[in-house]
């Protein structure tokens, strides 16, 4: 069956770094874009940022851009989240998800598989 693991969250300091990734395993990840979504406590789901199925394309959030770099590894079927520049804003839930294609959505219900979630906090 489809499986999505989280990993690499942790605590950082404000201006660290920190650098997730995503193992999947049951279908062909190469087939798929991914996507990288956090919640914050009392907040929403909030799009990090996504990257098309061959990496030929990214999408970050603006409140990300500059700090944040996705990737994507095809051959180990794993999808990364390189976090720089930390704040304490950063500081939530952060889930991998799989799109239901070859395209970047933005969308929960376009999105049909979900990782357990790793959590990162950025505090001093």
């Known amino acids: 069956q489809v499986q999505l693991v989280e990993s690499g969250g942790g605590l950082a300091q404000p201006g660290g770094s920190l650098r997730l990734s995503c193992a999947a395993s049951?279908?062909?990840?190469?087939?798929?874009?991914m996507s990288w979504a956090r919640q914050a406590p009392g907040k929403g789901l909030e799009w990090v940022s996504g990257i098309y199925s061959d990496g030929s394309g990214t999408y970050y959030a603006d409140s990300v851009k500059g700090r944040f770099t996705i990737s994507r590894d095809n051959a180990k079927n794993t999808v990364y989240l390189q976090m720089n520049i930390l704040k304490p804003e950063d500081t939530a839930l952060y889930y991998c998800a799989k799109s239901e294609d070859t395209l970047i959505r933005f969308r929960r219900y376009e999105h049909d598989a979900w990782g357990q979630g790793t959590q990162v906090t950025v505090s001093s």
């Open positions: 049951g279908f062909t990840f190469s087939n798929y874009a």
